[in-house]
């Protein structure tokens, strides 16, 4: 008995400590998890910016802190680009506002009905003048989704008119009046939006702004033809990719969690092209029907999805020349018009190798500023102290405030010098 005890009293001091030990290191290996996954050892700085020095530039830099002044995402999360892109993905924005709005339609050549929301101004324009922001939301996006409307309000409150284009297709409750839906860089519906908000104001300046997708849209847009930028006082891409045929690449990899999100995005779209099979494939025989049916329900990416299905809207032969000819890496070049380039390096979407093309555009063209932010993932740009995030987000923020100072710009300075003239003008005005 008394051996027993023995056993008892020099094996039980052992068991506690090396318990102790254990839940110290399961601890540790929770806190290294926490500390890398959120990224917490990341510093907060200001963006990374890529510009030539023009008086332009220089006062657009002066006039808008937001690009020079240092970007603080929420303490405990926002320096993690997945749950920036998760939260903006799931609620959109925080408390999100409802901005009033009218819905209007324009019928398309092809039979098409193309849909955008109206939304007045609250009060005048700080400069006095009439001056629309034309948005163009990300993909399957549309004027009710959460960081539209929030965006919207805030511009609004500025003393803009806004229109949102509401991507063919994406709108749940309207149907489809052809055999067509929004596809990657299709400008159609944007440049029908555009034109009747020229043709309804007259007198008004437009600022340009595009989401995501909608950031390649825009772009293409303005660059596809020269009298696309008449009336234009500037344009603001945010997390866009620019090229569709460089990305298909790396959203196959892994890294980042790139196929996770390609595969997420698929199954959207498979649910948009689902919900409006009856108008996109009335025309085609029943077996071609099955065929891409049986291939859309099979598809786990969207380059699937776009070969499948997306490239024939438009009859492109292959999924090659689709993106070629949809992507605005091709006619970015074109736009002359001052063009402020938004993304974010930690951005799960958008491979780094991407942004090489805003970078090298910014360090050519005197009208180009790229501001890449060290956080806030894909359209997520969250700022707040520790916890909680605001209401309205740096990416907001930072629009409106380019687009102020771009409107003052035009309003001091003389024509020579205004922004979207050329050097070539200013000379023959000053002859």
């Known amino acids: 008995m008394n051996t027993h005890d023995s056993d008892v009293h020099t094996i039980s001091p ?58 603080i995402p929420p303490l405990l999360w926002g320096k993690s680009g997945h749950l920036q892109t998760a939260l903006y993905g799931k609620l ?53 989704k ?40 299709c400008t159609w519906e944007f440049a029908a939006m555009v034109g009747y908000i020229k043709r309804t104001y007259p007198h008004t300046q437009l600022i340009v702004v595009g989401f995501s997708l909608g950031g390649n849209i825009v772009c293409k847009f303005l660059g596809e033809n020269r009298v696309n930028q008449e009336r234009v006082l500037c344009c603001v891409s945010v997390c866009q990719g ?15 969690f790139r196929r996770f999100y390609n595969f997420l995005m698929a199954d959207n779209m498979k649910k948009i092209i689902l919900s409006h099979r009856h108008s996109l494939f009335s025309g085609s025989s029943v077996k071609v029907i099955d065929v891409d049916l049986s291939r859309l329900y099979t598809a786990t990416s969207l380059m699937q999805i776009d070969d499948n299905i997306m490239r024939k809207f438009h009859d492109h032969s292959s999924l090659k020349e689709y993106y070629e000819k949809e992507s605005c890496v091709h006619y970015i070049h074109n736009v002359n018009v001052p063009l402020l380039l938004v993304n974010s390096a930690d951005d799960p979407l958008v491979h780094d190798s991407l942004l090489n093309i805003p970078r090298t555009l910014a360090a050519k063209k005197p009208n180009v500023i790229f501001a890449l932010t060290l956080h806030g993932g894909h359209l997520g740009f969250f700022e707040g102290a520790v916890l909680f995030p605001q209401p309205l987000t740096w990416m907001d923020k930072v629009i409106v405030g380019y687009a102020n100072a771009m409107c003052q710009w035009e309003k001091q300075k003389p024509p020579c ?6 050097e070539g003008s200013c000379t023959e005005e000053k002859a």
């Open 14 to 71: 052992e068991l506690p400590a090396m318990f102790d030990g254990m839940k110290m290191a399961a601890v540790a290996t929770v806190l290294y998890i926490i500390v890398r996954c959120l990224n917490l050892k990341s510093p907060t700085a200001s963006p990374d910016l890529t510009f030539q020095d023009t008086p332009l530039n220089s006062f657009l830099l002066k006039s808008c802190p937001q690009l020079t002044k240092e970007y």
């Open 92 to 144: 959109g924005r925080v408390s999100s506002p409802h901005p009033s709005g009218i819905r209007k339609y324009l019928p398309m050549q092809d039979g098409a009905t193309a849909t955008f929301d109206l939304f007045e101004p609250l009060g005048d324009h700080r400069t006095g003048d009439d001056i629309t922001m034309v948005i163009c939301p990300g993909i399957g996006n549309h004027s009710e």
């Open 146 to 185: 959460h960081y539209i409307r929030t965006f919207v309000d805030h511009a609004q409150k500025d003393g803009y008119r806004c229109a949102v284009l509401n991507h063919l297709g994406a709108l749940p409750n309207i149907e489809l009046t052809s055999p067509r839906m929004f596809t990657y860089g």
């Open 242 to 256: 620019y090229s569709a045929l460089r990305a298909q690449e790396t959203f196959l990899q892994w890294d980042q």
């Open 417 to 422: 010098q205004s922004g979207h003239l050329s």
